[in-house]
């Protein structure tokens, strides 16, 4: 079947990396109410599984402080060497470390709607 759904957002979903489970709830019913898909993971681990499985996605969402084998700044560099070209937000209530490797910084709490905004612009829908 021809998939004829023109909307770039719906074609590669945003893969949201965030411990908390009812944050990470919260964020992705706000996103798919916008039209965005989203791939929840509760840590780097699950995340890089999604990645090397070949799942297209379009953007990278990670919370800062996660437990599991390395933390959102070790997720965005692993993104940033085997990925290049996915863009990386990381997101926390304190500021990332200077050297840290990614695309935007989102300061938790969040304000969704400029959340909102923000993805799609860096997505281009």
């Given at each position: ?59 990278i969402v990670t ?37 840290a490797k990614f ?22 829908a």
């Amino acid at each position: 079947m021809l998939d004829t759904d023109t909307n770039p957002l719906s074609k590669a979903p945003v893969l949201l990396v965030e411990d908390d489970v009812l944050v990470r709830t919260m964020v992705s019913d706000e996103l798919r109410a916008n039209g965005i898909s989203v791939i929840e993971c509760g840590d780097a681990d699950e995340a890089l599984e999604v990645l090397r499985s070949r799942t297209q996605v379009s953007l990278i969402v990670t919370d800062i402080q996660m437990p599991g084998s390395m933390n959102g700044v070790g997720l965005a560099s692993v993104i940033k060497r085997e990925y290049p070209e996915l863009k990386v937000i990381i997101t926390s209530s304190e500021r990332p470390p200077h050297d840290a490797k990614f695309d935007h910084f989102v300061a938790k709490p969040w304000d969704i709607p400029n959340v909102i905004r923000h993805i799609k612009s860096i997505v281009g829908a």
